[in-house]
C-alpha cells in the first residue's frame, strides 16, 4: 500500500474560483455572465462544481432577518431536482415531467413572463426510465434555454420568449433510457448524460444552435465507442489492456452494462476537460458481468478480472472531441448497487509542497478520493468518510494498482452453492423467503452513502460538504433475462431490519447526516443528524452560510458554514430535492429554493411520535425566494 502524502489546499486559479477566466474552448457568454454571482447560469453555479455563492450581504450577523418575500406555485407534484436560474431580471424554473418551464419577472415579484409546455409526449407513469421523472439541470447561454425532458429529448428555448429553437432526441425512454443526468454549455455544445438499467451510459453533444449532436461517447465498450485513443492515460494495470472499457466484461455483458451519467458535471478550462461520474453496472447481479458463479480476488481482496470498466467510475473527457483523457473505476465489477454519479468538485491542492489540480469526492461507497485532475491518479490514500465494510481497511485501495480490497464474505452469488465455494456456511446469510431465488448479503452503506447530489464547497472555510447515508441493507441477486424497457436490476431488497452504524462503525438511529470533510486534514470538521434519508443538496456562500431543505422537518435550514450550527429555518411543509440558489437584484441579495414532493401522503397516525415527518409535510411544490426585507422592500 502506498504511504499519506501530505495535502494543502492553495488559491485555486480564477478560472475555477469564480468560472471566470478560461480560454476561447470554454463558452464566452457562460463566463462573462457568471463573472457577476449576482447570476445564475447553470447548475453548482458555476464550472468547478463548487455550489458557492460569492455573495456575503446575508450573513451569520443578520441571517435571522431573513424573510420570505415572494413566492409562486408551479403545479406540479412531484420532487423538483433542478435549481432555478437567474440571468438579469429573469428567473427561470423546470419542473418535473411534463417539463414545463416557467419564466418569472423579478422586477415584479414573480409574475410569470412566459411558460413553455414541451410538444413531445410526456413520459408515461408506468415507464421504467432511470431516475424518475425529474430533470436535474437547467442551463443558460446565449440567450438560450437547455434542458433535457423525461421522455429523452433535449431542448431549446428562447430566453426572452419561450419559443423553441430545436428540440433532439438524447435517450430512448422506450428502452428505459433517461436524461435525468445534467451536463454543461462548453465552447459551441450543450454536453448532456443519459443512462438507465439495460442501457450503456453515454454523454453527447449538441451544438447550441442546431441541435445537431456533434459527437456521442459512451461508457463502456469497444474503444472507437468509448473514445479511448492516444490521450487516454492508462494509470493503473485494470485498464491496461487493448480495449479496457470492453475486455473487462464477460462476453457481450457490456452491451447492457449501465453506468449512466446521471449525475453534476463539472470543468477545468485550463485543461479543457470535463468530469462527471458514472451510475451502477447493470444488472446489478454481478454474475452476469462475470463468469457466472465464480469471483477471482487475490489473497488480499483485490479483483484480478472483470473489471467492468467504465460504470461506478470518474471520467474526465476531452471537451471539444469528447474522447477519454482518464477514467478511474472506484468499484470494480459493482456488486452492491452503490452508484456513483455525484460531483467532484476541482479545487487545488498542494501535494507534498507542490501545487496540484485536484478533483475531489466524497464517494458513494463510503470513501473521500483526491485525483490529480489533469492525469487521473489518486494524489492520496482514500479515507472513510460514512461507514461501510465492503472495502477492508486500513489502507482500503492499492496505490499502485488502484484497486480496493473486497471482503469476501459482502460478495453476493446467485445460488448458496457459488457462496460457499468462496465461504462458510452462513444461514444468517442464506435466509430465503419464498420470494427470493439468491443469497442474501447483509452490507454498508446499503444503496450507497450519497447518490447524484451535487457537493458544495467554500473557498472560505476550505471545507466540501455533503449529505451522506448511514443506513445498511440486506440485498438478494437473483436470476432473470433482459427485456428492453422493463428495466434490469437482478436485485431485491430482503425484508430484514439491517441496523445502521455510524461512520465509526457503532449502531446509530441517524439515517443521515450533513457533513463537512476537511480534504487536507482527512477528517470530519464536523457533522449534524439529519431527520431522514434526505439527501438534498446545499448551498454555502461567502457570508459562511449554508442553505439546504430538510424534507424531515419540512424547512428549509440555514447553517454556520464553519460550525454546523444552525441559525436561521423556514418551514415550507413540504419536501426538498433540490438545492438553494443565491442572486441579487437591484443591490440587494436573495434566497431561492421550490420545496417539493411527490403525491404521496404517509397516513399520519393519532399516536404518531412528535417528531414523526408526516406532521411537517404534504405534498406541494412552490417556489420561495427570502431576503433581509430592509434592503430588499421597495
Known amino acids: ?161 419561450g419559443q423553441q429553437m430545436w428540440s433532439s432526441v438524447a435517450g430512448d425512454s422506450a428502452r428505459g433510457e433517461g436524461t435525468a443526468g445534467t451536463g454543461l454549455v462548453i465552447g459551441k455544445n450543450f454536453i448532456v448524460g443519459t443512462g438507465g438499467d439495460g442501457n450503456r451510459g453515454k454523454v453527447r453533444a449538441f451544438d447550441l444552435n442546431t441541435g445537431a449532436t456533434a459527437w456521442t461517447m459512451f461508457n463502456m465498450g469497444p474503444n472507437t465507442d468509448v473514445g479511448i485513443g492516444a490521450k487516454f492515460q492508462k494509470n493503473y494495470p485494470y485498464m491496461s489492456g487493448a480495449n479496457p472499457a470492453l475486455d473487462s466484461w464477460y462476453g457481450e455483458s457490456w452491451m447492457r452494462g449501465g453506468g449512466g451519467a446521471l449525475g453534476f458535471f463539472t470543468y477545468d478550462p485550463d485543461l479543457n476537460i470535463f468530469y462527471y461520474a458514472t451510475g451502477s453496472c447493470s444488472p446489478r447481479n454481478p454474475d452476469y458481468r462475470r463468469e457466472m458463479g465464480k469471483v477471482d480476488l487475490d489473497a488480499a481482496g483485490h479483483l484480478n478480472t472483470f473489471h467492468n470498466n467504465f460504470c461506478d467510475s470518474q471520467m474526465a473527457r476531452d471537451a471539444t472531441t469528447g474522447e477519454l483523457v482518464w477514467a478511474y473505476n472506484l468499484m470494480p465489477q459493482d456488486m452492491w448497487g452503490v452508484d456513483e454519479p455525484a460531483v467532484a468538485p476541482l ?216 460550525t454546523g450550527e444552525p441559525v436561521w429555518s423556514f418551514r415550507s411543509g413540504s419536501g426538498f430535492a433540490q438545492s438553494p440558489i443565491s442572486y441579487m437584484f437591484k443591490g440587494a441579495q436573495y434566497v431561492a429554493v421550490v420545496a417539493s414532493s411527490a403525491a404521496v401522503n404517509t397516513p399520519l397516525a393519532v399516536n404518531a411520535a412528535a417528531d414523526n415527518a408526516a406532521r411537517f409535510r404534504r405534498s406541494g411544490t412552490a417556489l420561495y425566494v427570502f431576503c433581509i426585507l430592509a434592503s430588499c422592500s421597495p
Not at 455572465?33 to 455573495?55: E, F, H, K, Q
Not at 456575503?56 to 406555485?73: C, E, H, M, P, R
Not at 437482478?490 to 441496523?499: F, S, T
Request: net charge neutral.
Open 1 to 161: 500500500m502506498g504511504h499519506m502524502t501530505a495535502l494543502r489546499v492553495v488559491a485555486a486559479s480564477m478560472a475555477l474560483a469564480g468560472g471566470l477566466a478560461g480560454t476561447a474552448l470554454a463558452n464566452d457568454d457562460v463566463l462573462r455572465i457568471s463573472r457577476d454571482p449576482a447570476n445564475v447560469v447553470m447548475p453548482s453555479l458555476t464550472y468547478n462544481g463548487w455550489n458557492y455563492s460569492a455573495l456575503d450581504q446575508i450573513s451569520i450577523g443578520n441571517v435571522k432577518s431573513l424573510s420570505l418575500f415572494w413566492t409562486a406555485q408551479i403545479g406540479i407534484l412531484d420532487s423538483h431536482e433542478t435549481s432555478p436560474l437567474v440571468i438579469g431580471n429573469t428567473m427561470y424554473v423546470v419542473s418535473p415531467n411534463p417539463n414545463f418551464i416557467y419564466a418569472f419577472d423579478l422586477v415584479s415579484e414573480g409574475v410569470i413572463k412566459w411558460e413553455y409546455r414541451p410538444t413531445v409526449g410526456a413520459l408515461s407513469p408506468a415507464a421504467k426510465t432511470c431516475c424518475g421523472a425529474p430533470p436535474r439541470g437547467l442551463y443558460y447561454a446565449e440567450s438560450k434555454i437547455f434542458f433535457g425532458t423525461a421522455d429523452g429529448h433535449v431542448i431549446a428555448l428562447d430566453a426572452a420568449s
Open 347 to 562: 479545487i487545488d491542492i498542494d501535494i507534498g509542497g507542490k501545487a496540484a489540480k485536484a478533483a475531489v469526492k466524497a464517494a458513494g461507497n463510503g470513501l473521500f478520493y483526491v485525483w490529480d485532475r489533469a492525469t487521473g491518479r489518486l494524489a492520496a490514500e482514500p479515507w472513510m468518510h460514512t461507514f461501510q465494510d465492503v472495502i477492508q481497511g486500513p489502507g482500503f485501495v492499492d496505490m499502485q494498482t488502484g484497486l480496493p480490497a473486497y471482503d469476501i464474505k459482502k460478495i453476493p452469488f446467485t445460488t448458496v452453492d457459488d457462496r460457499r465455494r468462496y465461504t462458510p456456511a452462513d444461514p444468517a446469510a442464506e435466509r430465503k423467503p419464498a420470494d427470493y431465488t439468491g443469497t442474501e448479503v447483509v452490507s454498508c452503506p446499503g444503496s450507497g452513502a450519497r447518490k447524484w447530489e451535487n457537493d458544495a464547497y467554500s473557498p472560505r472555510t476550505k471545507l466540501v460538504y455533503a449529505h451522506t447515508n448511514n443506513s445498511c441493507a440486506a440485498t438478494t441477486v437473483v436470476a432473470g433475462e433482459y427485456k428492453p424497457g422493463e428495466g434490469y436490476s437482478l436485485v431485491r431488497r430482503a425484508n430484514v431490519a439491517v441496523p445502521r452504524k455510524d461512520v465509526g462503525g457503532q449502531a446509530t438511529t441517524v439515517l443521515s447526516e450533513l457533513k463537512a470533510f476537511d480534504p487536507v486534514n482527512r477528517k470530519i470538521a464536523w457533522s449534524r443528524p439529519m431527520g431522514d434519508d434526505s439527501r438534498t443538496p446545499h448551498l454555502v456562500t461567502a457570508g459562511d452560510l449554508l442553505f439546504k431543505g430538510n424534507s424531515a422537518t419540512g424547512a428549509i435550514e440555514g447553517y454556520d458554514a464553519r
